[in-house]
């Protein structure tokens, strides 16, 4: 599986009619979608799909035409994201309406084109799951903490200052974890 580690745009013209593509990481989807009916306030439609795992490592997908035909934009959205074994990301299209009527099929393939064009454009990296690992150091090791933590590509920390330690909490890869605690 892959996924996205930050956006990426594409604009695809098919008939006239533009199709500006956003692939976002799924921490980048929520309010994305009303945010650029804003920032596109001329646009007929702005469509979704995404994919991402749950908290038992279950797929889970939502999609929406956003006015446009029953299935003819966010399901074929959809099919691309599943056809490039994307997780953990959201494409939205802000699609401009150009004059020439596509037809259902016609649509959908606009749709679908426009997310593989941008998928394309897009940095794409491999899957890893994030885990949670905790421990604790003293105060005199925050900053050899640090530097071993950034050594190791861990960049996701969450520290809690006690009285006597600090806890630390780390996400990363299971081989990362593994990785920074044999050190």
């Known amino acids: 599986m892959l996924t996205v580690k930050e956006v990426s745009v594409f604009t695809t013209e098919v008939n006239r009619s533009k199709f500006i593509t956003y692939l976002v990481p799924i921490s980048e989807y929520s309010g994305l979608q009303d945010k650029l009916k804003a920032e596109y306030p ?15 490592d279950q797929v889970v997908e939502n999609s929406s035409d956003d006015g446009e035909p029953k299935g003819c934009a966010g399901v074929p959205a959809l099919n691309v994201l599943r056809g490039e074994e994307l997780i953990n ?29 941008v ?22 090791q925050i900053d050899k903490t640090l530097y071993a933590l950034k050594q190791y590509g861990i960049v996701r920390i969450e520290r809690d200052y006690g009285v006597e330690c600090v806890k630390w909490r780390i996400y990363a890869s299971e081989e990362k974890i593994k990785e920074f605690t044999q050190h």
């Open 42 to 56: 001329k646009a007929n439609h702005v469509v979704y799909a995404l994919r991402s795992l749950n908290a038992y």
């Open 89 to 117: 990301c959201a494409v939205l299209i802000v699609r401009y309406f150009g004059g020439i009527k596509l037809g259902t099929g016609g649509m959908a393939r606009a749709y679908a084109l426009s997310v593989k064009n």
């Open 119 to 140: 998928t394309r454009e897009a940095e794409l990296a491999v899957y890893e799951k994030q885990i949670p690992y905790e421990f604790t150091t003293d105060y005199s």
